[in-house]
């Protein structure tokens, strides 16, 4: 053998042994393969400098030996892991594991997994960029001083389980931030006056005795009324009929954040499932030319694309729809992430000739969409703007002015791939200084709303925006604080559990540049200028260690501890081993077991301070024959099996809603349900008929395929939507 190349995936090391020949064997590191140790500190401080002491885990060992073994019979041995931070410290640890010094090891690296990427690469191999390890490396170091010094004493403190980390705790914050405000909140009571003129033409106030009326300045029943009866007794005439194009300009192809925002509110994709389907995509899938990359590297926070890959996109686009389509020159994208890495590439498919229709053939239904997304959006980015007419109408009376606004698609552009789904509403034609009849108006009560608590997406957005965190980290960091439970995830919102605020109370208190998103930014900011030679890295763990470290040595002696645990005397039903504790919640005392977080036993106590026992029913279980009793959940009452925890059968009180509409499929009653992702619609002879919708089917039929449709809401809008074929419609 002569030449080794060492991969981190064995399904990236499938994808390029098919390229190369028989003087290359590629294997698999299969992840990390040195890192500190679990059970200790792992970091030696002597004379002011961080020493880590890196451990091989036991179950890489096997790894190890085998890569040395190679190692030692090739000629030349190749570190290709991924192209980040991390891919270039994987690679240092590998040199290191083997018994190779980093820097005698040629580093190749690559944007896409193909033919020609891998041997322009081999072509021009580097070294390992010693800069951007020491980066990844100062972050590591961070984190543990963080999570190994902090956790304890918030277990101390608070209860045994919980943990801390320099982006995770910055994440909570902004969570639990939410919920205080929704808590706040006060809702206002505005109206909103809408008035029907010629029949046909819906518009809102504009004006009334020569004020501007905007959202807030109607606080009462009064003042619309007022408007209301003024304008029964007006006569209107149509005051000016403007027309005018405006352009809606082509979407930046995406870089990781926006991949997992986007696959989240179109696909309902997890930022973790957008991230493993994209990795796949990434590393190696079958295609018509065989296995190879069909996206590019798929963490990244730049916008740049390669001058070939645009130049096939222009030509393809140029050949399947026409040069309206194509702008005179290409499109250059620039990243507003701080410390963007545009050194590197945004996502895009590797070939624009393997297209979805062309995918499917060899994708999973699920790979299918995210790869679908990511080619058209590239597309798009190269293609010429939308073009809307947006036409206003202002109709005056004596004192009221009223508005009508519509728009007319006058060119498609970009959406010719992506798709665009919102109908045109048109206005009829009118003459400026005709009369115009009011045939109705209507005043209506609303009342101003909280914010909304943050989605998967929607929280990666925030933390882009204030620079938490980098693309292999936002996934991640939602992962950490579902598997602690500090939130939970209902109907796609995130909620902060009850042990979140006592625990980002506590930090905010005595550690608040743990939470503070300007301090964890500028901390982002300063492992960028290590990756760019610019920043001493042992000089920015000294000065972050030695403050906090004389924080947690005062917190350990200051801190009042907020443990609230008695003992009941009693074993724990689930684990029978566990003692049952009287803990104190935000919401007041409960019961639960004292080997939380491993037993999640707990039940209620009421407001008298007695222990709630359930409620005993003349129902039995379906599942075990036991009785069901009533418990109290957040949601409401619930019928569960008094058997808990050996049977967790759980019904609900109230009988299941029953739609008019029969099934489309087997004629029986479809029923509204409830799953953990919120209430859906599914067939009463369930599991014989498997039919099912996500919202409230009608007995509307679709004009495209005669099949029945659901109603919805879609971008603020009530619309029909078929259940089979997707056809839109408004309602």
Aim: charged share 30%; hydrophobic share 30%.
């Amino acid at each position: 053998m002569k030449n080794l190349i060492i991969v981190e995936s064995p399904a990236k090391a499938r994808t390029i042994s098919n390229f190369l020949g028989k003087d290359y064997k590629v294997v698999a590191s299969k992840g990390h393969i040195r890192d500190l140790p679990k059970s200790s500190f792992g970091i030696t401080i002597e004379d002011g400098k961080f020493i880590p002491k890196y451990t091989i885990p036991r179950d890489a060992s096997p790894t190890v030996r085998e890569l040395k073994k190679l190692a030692k019979d090739a000629d030349t041995v190749y570190i290709a892991t991924d192209e980040d931070r991390e891919g270039e410290a994987i690679g240092y640890h590998i040199a290191k594991a083997i018994g190779k010094e980093p820097e005698t090891l040629p580093r190749i690296v690559f944007h896409e997994i193909t033919k020609n990427a891998i041997t322009n690469a081999l072509e021009n191999p580097r070294k390992i960029d010693m800069q951007s390890v020491d980066a990844q490396q100062t972050r590591r170091l961070l984190d543990r001083i963080v999570g190994y010094k902090l956790s304890p004493l918030l277990a101390s403190k608070i209860q045994k389980g919980l943990s801390a980390g320099r982006v995770q705790s910055s994440a909570l914050k902004i969570v639990v931030d939410r919920e205080r405000e929704i808590k706040a909140f006060k809702p206002q009571e505005y109206w909103k006056i809408n008035a029907l003129f010629n029949k046909t033409v819906e518009s809102e106030i504009y004006s009334f005795d020569g004020k501007k009326i905007d959202k807030m300045t109607l606080s009462n029943e009064a003042q619309a009324n007022e408007i209301v009866e003024s304008a029964k007794q007006e006569s209107f005439t149509v005051a000016s009929i403007d027309k005018s194009r405006r352009k809606s300009k082509t979407p930046p192809p995406f870089m990781t954040s926006t991949l997992q925002q986007t696959a989240s509110t179109q696909l309902g994709f997890s930022p973790k499932k957008t991230m493993m389907i994209a990795q796949k995509l990434y590393e190696g899938v079958n295609t018509d030319k065989g296995s190879m990359g069909v996206i590019t590297y798929m963490r990244t926070d730049s916008l740049n694309l390669a001058k070939e890959a645009v130049e096939e996109a222009r030509a393809f686009i140029s050949e399947q729809f026409g040069e309206k389509y194509l702008p005179s020159k290409p499109k250059i994208y620039t990243s507003k992430s701080k410390g963007a890495q545009e050194a590197h590439e945004a996502i895009r498919p590797t070939r624009t000739d393997f297209t979805p229709d062309l995918a499917k053939n060899y994708l999973s239904a699920d790979e299918l969409k995210l790869y679908r997304l990511i080619y058209n959006r590239f597309l798009a980015c190269q293609m010429t703007d939308a073009e809307f007419e947006v036409q206003t109408i202002l109709f005056k009376g004596d004192r009221s002015i009223f508005k009508a606004n519509g728009r007319k698609l006058i060119f498609d552009g970009f959406y010719k791939v992506t798709g665009y789904n919102e109908k045109d509403k048109l206005l009829p034609e009118l003459k400026e200084g005709s009369s115009a009849t009011l045939d109705k108006i209507e005043a209506t009560q609303h009342f101003t709303e909280p914010p909304a608590r943050y989605t998967e997406a929607s929280l990666i957005k925030k933390l882009e925006s204030l620079g938490i965190g980098r693309p292999s980290t936002y996934a991640p960091t939602i992962t950490i604080l579902q598997n602690r439970e500090y939130i939970k995830l209902e109907k796609k919102k995130i909620y902060p559990t009850e042990i979140a605020f006592t625990v980002i109370e506590m930090l905010e208190k005595h550690f608040p540049e743990i939470v503070d998103s300007n301090f964890t930014s500028r901390m982002e900011e300063a492992l960028d200028k290590v990756a760019e030679g610019k920043e001493d890295w042992q000089k920015i763990l000294a000065e972050f260690y030695e403050p906090f470290m004389q924080k947690i040595a005062k917190g350990k002696k200051e801190i009042k501890s907020l443990k609230v645990a008695k003992p009941t005397g009693e074993k724990c039903p689930e684990c029978e081993d566990g003692e049952l504790l009287i803990r104190k919640g935000r919401y007041g005392e409960f019961i639960a077991c004292s080997n939380f977080p491993k037993c999640k036993y707990s039940r209620n106590i009421d407001k008298d301070g007695k222990i709630e026992e359930p409620e005993k029913t003349d129902e039995v279980c379906d599942k075990c024959g036991s009785p069901m009793v009533i418990k109290n959940s957040r949601r409401g009452k619930f019928l569960a099996c008094s058997a808990y925890p050996k049977c967790k059968n759980t019904k609900s009180l109230i009988p299941p809603k029953e739609l008019s509409v029969p099934c489309p499929e087997c004629g029986g009653k479809i029923i509204e349900r409830e799953g953990k992702r919120g209430v859906f619609y599914g067939c009463a002879n369930y599991p014989e008929c498997k039919f099912i919708a996500n919202f409230e089917p009608t007995d509307k039929k679709c004009p495209e395929c005669g099949y029945i449709m659901g109603r919805k809401t879609f971008r603020k809008k009530e619309i029909y939507e078929c259940l089979k074929c997707k056809h839109r419609e408004d309602a």
